[in-house]
T-cell receptor, first 113, second 113 residues
Framework: GAGVSQSPSNKVTEKGKDVELRCDPI?????LYWYRQSLGQGLEFLIY????????KSGLPSDRFSAERTGGSVSTLTIQRTQQEDSAVYLC???????????FGQGTRLTVV | GENVEQHPSTLSVQEGDSAVIKCTYS??????FPWYKQELGKRPQLIID?????GEKKDQRIAVTLNKTAKHFSLHITETQPEDSAVYFC????????????FGKGTKLSVKP
């Protein structure tokens, strides 16, 4: 079946503009994660959704970042008033149940100019 | 907050040698420890995982060991091959049953033929 799908694959935006990144997890997966990966760097946790529980937003770097997950499926990560330091690959992952293999999407490469 | 430390950040070995990557975690409730491999330009993929009820797990040339008392776990790759060259990430779940995965900063492994 289809894996985790992210769109767009690439996004170039001007500094100060808002962007929305989309993640379609594998159908039926209850947990969804967003990570940020700067060039040559590690996987920085941003936010975690698990079922109907309140999301863990502790990784969001500033109040310009927000995310929601509608209907327990699709998730959108929104970055307001983008800055150059927001440039990175944003990765989404989902798992069928907690503490099992996380399947990653191909990522969205965001470039802020 | 909960932290996962990973060492070394880079590792270079000759083909056929063994490679060892070490991680420590801070959350005593963590009970799930996966390892991911990320090849250049690709998404991270699970290669092996271990749960806190076992001390060691092996899958062909790769093995993972866990020391709960010391809060550290290690990845061992034997008989390394050039195709093992990649970035390897360890992770631990935050809060045990919560399932949120926190990753180490990664180890870039280079296997020289």
């Amino acid at each position: 079946g289809a894996g985790v799908s992210q769109s767009p694959s690439n996004k170039v935006t001007e500094k100060g503009k808002d962007v929305e990144l989309r993640c379609d997890p594998i159908s039926g997966h209850t947990a969804l994660y967003w990570y940020r990966q700067s060039l040559g760097q590690g996987l920085e946790f941003l936010i975690y959704f698990q079922g109907n529980s309140a999301p863990d937003k502790s990784g969001l770097p500033s109040d310009r970042f927000s995310a929601e997950r509608t209907g327990g499926s699709v998730s959108t990560l929104t970055i307001q008033r983008t800055q150059q330091e927001d440039s990175a690959v944003y990765l989404c992952a989902s798992t069928p149940i907690i503490n099992t293999e996380a399947f990653f999407g191909q990522g969205t490469r965001l470039t802020v100019v | 907050g909960e932290n996962v430390e990973q060492h070394p950040s880079t590792l270079s070995v000759q083909e056929g040698d063994s490679a060892v990557i070490k991680c420590t975690y801070s959350d005593s409730a963590s009970n799930y420890f996966p390892w991911y491999k990320q090849e250049l330009g690709k998404r991270p993929q699970l290669i092996i995982d271990i749960r806190s009820n076992v001390g060691e797990k092996k899958d062909q040339r790769i093995a993972v060991t866990l020391n709960k008392t010391a809060k550290h776990f290690s990845l061992h790759i034997t008989e390394t091959q050039p195709e093992d060259s990649a970035v390897y990430f360890c992770a631990a779940n935050r809060g045990g049953s919560q399932g949120n995965l926190i990753f180490g900063k990664g180890t870039k492994l280079s296997v020289k033929p």
